[in-house]
């Protein structure tokens, strides 16, 4: 006698209840992933800038601001310290320059008493900076001028006497107008150092520390430098610039021999502009307020708001 066996499956019943629960609850989850919005684009015009100025840098084809310019402007506009790094052509000098003149806009400005200063360590990157930020200054009804060894002194001093918004200048030649009585730090509301780390590789400390001590404190400060991927580590670099860092300027020298000196260096094979901003500073950075530091150049507040994303 054969026996057979057969196995029982006990299905339990659906719960309608339960099911129309699971599908409403499936529903929801594809309805809120499809409401996600996307994160709004940054423009110009989001950052706070004034409708001008946003205008023309769109008839300039300037659309979009790079990453340092996004993280700096909108504090910089807010009056708050900037000490940013980032590569050359990474936009570091709208970064500060667009919310100068944005600050400075509607005010008034005394002659010989300009109420922003822009240093920087060359004649040619004065002429770079002022080339960038004139035409938005235009917008604005501000003047600049640039203040430099190579050119006409009588010619700035001048424009001086007519009233300059914004000052652009190598700090040996200001300092020279200054000891003439032609110019006066004491109302500058902000104060730019651009490619600091190169201003003290060419031996500039002593004049950057001399003028910024003639500037009010309270002001605003913004300093920008190149990022350390900009910067070579070849050691024959880092020499080239120790030997400027070593020629000392004869006591009684003009601002003018000073600077004409140690471009004649860089054309003798001693470094060039671009070697010294090159040249590897990690571990051996000085600062520009006398060795306490480039920190300290954001004040007490400490109000850095970029690293550098160039």
């Known amino acids: 006698m054969s026996v057979s066996s057969t196995d029982h499956v006990v299905v339990p019943e659906n719960n309608e209840n339960d099911n129309n629960e699971g599908i409403q609850a499936a529903v929801e989850t594809v309805e809120t992933v499809e409401t996600v919005e996307a994160a709004p684009e940054i423009t110009f015009d989001s950052l706070g800038l004034p409708e001008g100025?946003?205008?023309?840098?769109?008839?300039?084809?300037?659309?979009?601001?790079?990453?340092?310019?996004?993280?700096?402007?909108?504090?910089?506009?807010?009056?708050?310290?900037?000490?940013?790094?980032?590569r050359t052509g990474s936009g570091k000098t709208l970064s500060f320059g667009?919310?100068?003149?944005?600050?400075?806009?509607?005010?008034?400005?005394e002659k010989r008493k300009p109420r922003a200063v822009i240093l920087t360590p060359t004649r040619e990157l004065a002429m770079q900076v002022a080339d960038a930020l004139q035409p938005y200054g235009d917008v604005l009804g501000l003047k600049m001028k640039v203040v430099c060894g190579g050119t006409s002194m009588g010619n700035q001093i001048y424009a001086l006497e007519r009233g300059?918004?914004?000052?652009?200048?190598?700090?040996?030649?200001?300092?020279?107008?200054?000891?003439?009585?032609?110019?006066?730090?004491e109302n500058v509301e902000v104060a730019v150092l651009d490619e600091a780390d190169q201003m003290s590789d060419l031996g500039f400390l002593p004049e950057v520390t001399e003028l910024l001590d003639q500037i009010p404190a309270g002001g605003q400060r913004c300093e920008g430098g190149v990022d350390l991927a900009d910067q070579l580590t070849g050691r024959r670099q880092d020499q080239r610039a120790r030997r400027l860092r070593a020629r000392r300027?004869?006591?009684?020298?003009?601002?003018?021999?000073?600077?004409?000196?140690?471009?004649?260096?860089?054309?003798?094979g001693a470094a060039t502009a671009e070697d010294v901003a090159a040249g590897e500073r990690v571990g051996q950075r000085r600062g520009l307020d006398g060795g306490r530091g480039l920190d300290a150049l954001a004040g007490e507040d400490g109000g850095q708001a970029c690293g550098h994303a160039e």
């Open 249 to 268: 300027a004869s006591v009684g020298q003009t601002g003018d021999e000073r600077e004409e000196e140690r471009v004649g260096l860089a054309g003798a």
């Open 53 to 86: 100025v946003v205008r023309k840098l769109a008839q300039n084809g300037v659309t979009t601001p790079f990453p340092i310019q996004a993280a700096t402007i909108p504090d910089a506009l807010a009056g708050k310290d900037i000490l940013g790094r980032g």
């Open 164 to 185: 300059v918004d914004i000052l652009v200048a190598t700090p040996g030649r200001l300092r020279d107008i200054i000891n003439r009585g032609a110019c006066s730090l």
């Open 98 to 109: 667009l919310p100068t003149l944005a600050t400075l806009a509607g005010g008034h400005t």
